[in-house]
């Protein structure tokens, strides 16, 4: 159930002529950069995370998504 779901999931459809030509989804540090790229701009800049390897990367991301409480201050409430 999507509930449950502990991680970040994102799906991307690529299209040549109208027609899905590719189905592809991404977990953690993966799914962020492609969520970043997505948004254009200067998000782009977050290309620069894919020189270190996967392993490491979503080490980091496990961080980030144990402590997001603690990091974003407070912020965002934990549900109970």
Excluded: C, H, M
Aim: hydrophobic share 40%; aromatic share 14%.
């Amino acid at each position: 159930d999507l509930l449950s779901l502990d991680t970040v999931v994102y799906g991307k459809l690529e299209y040549i002529n109208n027609q899905i030509s590719k189905k592809t989804i991404l977990i953690k540090s993966n799914a962020i950069i492609e969520i970043f790229w997505d948004f254009g701009g200067i998000w782009k800049l977050i290309i620069i995370g894919k020189i270190l390897p996967l392993y490491i990367r979503d080490k980091i991301y496990d961080y980030i998504a144990r402590n997001r409480y603690n990091i974003l201050g407070g912020r965002f409430k934990k549900k109970e």
